[in-house]
């Protein structure tokens, strides 16, 4: 039976560890009324416009935490922000190719690491590891706002992803969309339960240290927006929600304009989650609606989201 019981919990999502690692910030967090803390991991080489918490400086902020009552809420990004890592050693990154193009099927190297070769999961085995030693820690969201499309294209069609489809089909992965081509249908398939496989592999690594850690996803506004068709982004939100406790979005006001179709946009926020919970089902929600614009403030026509979030520290959590 699912239990409506509503719970709704206050979480403040930091960004910039400049300026909210600071004793008095979380002091202010607990008197307005929080009761978590979300902070987004990133390795140090990864890091872009100060955002993003590296491990030490997560420990610093769980033990903060901790001694103030609040818990942890870790964001652990995989297949994101891995632009060192691939300039060094680009064949891990995922192939993608634009199967509705008639004129170029051709595959072009991604930004995004492939999430299913050994070497790309071992490394992120043993960051989770890490974070599961954290105090305080409440919930561990997977693999931050990825998905298997970049604009247009599909993925992954690295070798070791193209071997693997091969094994099981004996055809390479097509690259051409084709409904009436069963092969094309299996690729489709393929790829939608190797996410959700390769997901329960690290929820598992975690729930085998921490039973008691709520293991999720976040995505970005996309998936519930139905911005992108789910066979692209290979996103079942159906699935998801059979295989974690949580699954959660971050529709962001202003950034996230070119991305959901909705008017007036201030209606992202109610449209996703209703999309959210209605896929969830028995599996909770998060929703991290991030500010950007406070109320009463409009919207500057000058600025970008990102340096309106820096420069206005009142905006790094909401
Ligand atoms: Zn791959």
């Not at 300039?87 to 008639?102: F, G, K, S």
Request: hydrophobic content about 35%; glycine content about 4%; charged content about 20%.
């Amino acid at each position: 039976m699912h239990n409506n019981t509503r719970k709704l919990r206050r979480s403040a999502r930091l960004l910039f560890p400049k300026t909210t690692l600071d004793p008095s910030v979380i002091d202010q967090i607990v008197e307005e009324g929080f009761c978590d803390v979300c902070v987004t991991f990133v390795e140090m080489e990864q890091m872009f416009t100060d955002q993003g918490f590296n491990l030490e400086q997560a420990e610093q902020l769980a033990q903060m935490a901790q001694e103030r009552g609040l818990t942890l809420t870790a964001f652990v990004s995989y297949m994101k922000y891995q632009h060192p890592l691939l300039a060094r050693e680009p064949q891990r990154a995922m192939l993608v190719c634009d199967p509705l193009d008639i004129n170029n099927r051709s595959l072009k190297t991604s930004d995004m690491l492939c999430p299913f070769q050994p070497d790309n999961k071992q490394r992120y085995l043993d960051l989770l590891g890490k974070i599961t030693k954290l105090p305080a820690l409440r919930e561990v969201h997977l693999n931050d706002e990825a998905s298997l499309s970049i604009r247009n294209c599909i993925g992954c069609y690295c070798p070791h992803c193209a071997n693997q489809f091969e094994k099981l089909t004996g055809s390479p992965p097509p690259r051409t969309c084709n409904w009436s081509d069963s092969l094309w249908i299996t690729w489709l398939e393929n790829r939608m339960q190797s996410w959700i496989d390769v997901h329960a592999e690290f929820r598992d690594h975690i729930k085998n240290t921490l039973p008691s850690i709520a293991v999720g996803i976040k995505h970005g506004p996309r998936p519930a927006a139905m911005s992108f068709n789910p066979w692209k982004e290979a996103i079942s939100l159906a699935h998801e929600a059979e295989c974690f406790d949580v699954l959660a979005l971050n529709p962001y006001h202003f950034t996230h304009i070119h991305i959901a179709d909705f008017r007036p946009h201030r209606r992202i926020v109610s449209e996703v989650t209703r999309t959210l919970v209605g896929a969830c089902l028995d599996c909770d929600s998060n929703v991290y609606p991030q500010g950007f614009m406070p109320p009463g403030v409009s919207t500057p026509l000058n600025q970008t989201g990102w340096s309106v979030g820096r420069n206005r520290p009142l905006c790094t959590w909401c």
